[in-house]
């Protein structure tokens, strides 16, 4: 009996869905989700880290790779040249972690900004820089803030990703 971690496809926003059919089944999942601050109170408020996959730990010569393939919400598993990829174990306690921390922390880095906070770009292109909070962007996973470039009087409007930016203390 040989249990791996496999990625498992589902359906555009089927995630849910999905992974509690899995685990009515008896399939062993971890199905990564972060808290999310929507600007649509409506919006949901909690994510999936990856949109469109989940992680499944079983012994596929036992169960069948078709048992994946046609559950309900499913597009199979995740392959290479026509063979299920298995994922690390490392690899998933490393995800894993990241999630407890970043749901630890308090979801998104989006929280308890007000426009005008400063904040520093911790990575992407602009990393290094200091910027000004804007707002969020609507219904998205993305902030403005206003770049501080070469002398402090000079302010340019640049949309980044939430994770890129934090509060300077």
Same mark, same amino acid.
Request: net charge negative; glycine share 16%; no cysteine.
């Given at each position: 009996m040989t249990l791996r971690w496999y990625v498992l496809r589902s359906k555009p926003r089927k995630e849910s869905a999905l992974w509690k059919y899995a685990l009515s089944k008896g399939v062993e999942c971890f199905y990564p989700r972060l808290r999310v601050n929507p600007v649509n109170p409506r919006s949901k408020k909690i994510k999936p880290y990856f949109p469109g996959y989940m992680f499944i730990k079983a012994d596929l010569e036992k169960v069948g790779r078709s048992t994946f393939r046609w559950m309900p919400h499913s597009l199979g598993l995740v392959q290479f040249d026509g063979e299920p990829a298995p994922v690390p174990d490392g690899m998933v306690q490393g995800i894993?972690?990241?999630? +407890?921390? *970043? +749901?630890? +922390?308090?979801?998104?880095?989006?929280?308890?900004?007000?426009?005008g906070d400063r904040v520093f770009v911790e990575s992407?292109?602009?990393?290094?820089?200091? +910027? *000004?909070?804007d707002t969020q962007v609507s219904g998205q996973d993305r902030v403005r803030v206003l770049l501080q470039m070469l002398s402090e009087q000079r302010e340019i409007p640049v949309e980044l990703e939430v994770g890129h930016i934090r509060k300077e203390e």
């Open positions: 894993q972690h990241t999630v +407890a921390e *970043i +749901a630890e +922390a308090g979801g998104e880095k989006f929280e308890g900004l007000q426009p992407g292109p602009f990393s290094g820089y200091k +910027a *000004i909070f």
